[in-house]
């Protein structure tokens, strides 16, 4: 099995910055590409940040330029910096990784959420 763990959300005014942590750990013998996803009530999960194994990333129009999405491979761990928040980024963030645990085929696993609240 394997867990992610997000951790370093909060409140923060409009304006401020705040850094998303995802740790995972278990029976990992890779992981693929990993991504930051969000969702508030009523809305669907939304991607927020992609990344690949090999560092390439990918964002959507609405963060860009304000967030940056990065990993440590050789701690299972992704980050995501937010900077110049707006209160539409309030959400609860997820991460997700595509993860191999040593058969055939890789799985997606997901955390458990991290409330990130920006006030105006």
């Known amino acids: 099995q394997v867990q992610l763990v997000e951790s370093g959300g909060g409140l923060v005014q409009a304006g401020g910055s705040l850094r998303l942590s995802c740790a995972a750990s278990?029976?990992?013998?890779?992981?693929?590409?990993m991504g930051w996803y969000r969702q508030t009530p009523g809305k669907q999960r939304e991607l927020v940040a992609s990344?690949?194994?090999?560092?390439?990333?990918n964002y959507a129009d609405s963060v860009k330029g304000r967030f940056t999405i990065s990993r440590d491979n050789a701690k299972n761990t992704m980050y995501l910096q937010m900077n110049s928040l707006k209160p539409e980024d309030t959400a609860v963030y997820y991460c997700?990784?595509?993860?191999?645990?040593?058969?055939?085929?890789?799985?997606?696993?997901w955390g458990q959420g991290t409330q990130v609240t920006v006030s105006s």
């Open positions: 990344i690949t194994s090999g560092g390439s990333t």
């Open positions: 278990g029976s990992i013998f890779s992981i693929n590409a």
């Open positions: 997700a990784a595509n993860v191999l645990s040593g058969g055939l085929r890789s799985r997606d696993y």
